[in-house]
């Protein structure tokens, strides 16, 4: 299985973007799904995850900005809205059971 995260680009303070990362290879059923972003120079942190029956989890820095959901493909979303320069990072999507990786999908908000 590979997962391909899209939707990244160039937004400025306070817009948006909605990232998409869809599995190509077989179908598995998967519990938990989570998106980490990485910034240049830090590590690669949890931004939110969600389980099969649709409970979520997020990191502080994005409660009330950012929405995690998936559909019954398989297909793992992340509604970015108020979009702040800190935000800049490679977001990768992950399966943690399998321990799979998106290629990662580049955001930056500039002014």
């Known amino acids: 299985v590979q997962l391909q995260a899209y939707g990244g680009g160039f937004v400025q303070p306070g817009g948006s973007l909605r990232l998409s990362c869809a599995p190509s290879?077989?179908?598995?059923?998967?519990?938990?799904m989570a998106w980490y972003r990485q910034a240049p120079g830090k590590q690669r942190d949890m931004v939110a995850d969600?389980?099969?029956?649709?409970?979520t989890n997020y990191a502080d820095s994005v409660k009330g900005r950012f929405t995690i959901s998936r559909d019954n493909k398989n297909t793992l979303y992340l509604q970015m809205n108020s979009l702040k320069p800190e935000d800049t990072a490679v977001y990768y999507c992950h399966w943690p059971a399998f321990d799979y990786w998106g290629q990662g999908t580049q955001v930056t908000v500039f002014s």
């Open positions: 969600i389980n099969s029956v649709g409970a």
């Open positions: 290879g077989g179908m598995f059923s998967v519990n938990r």
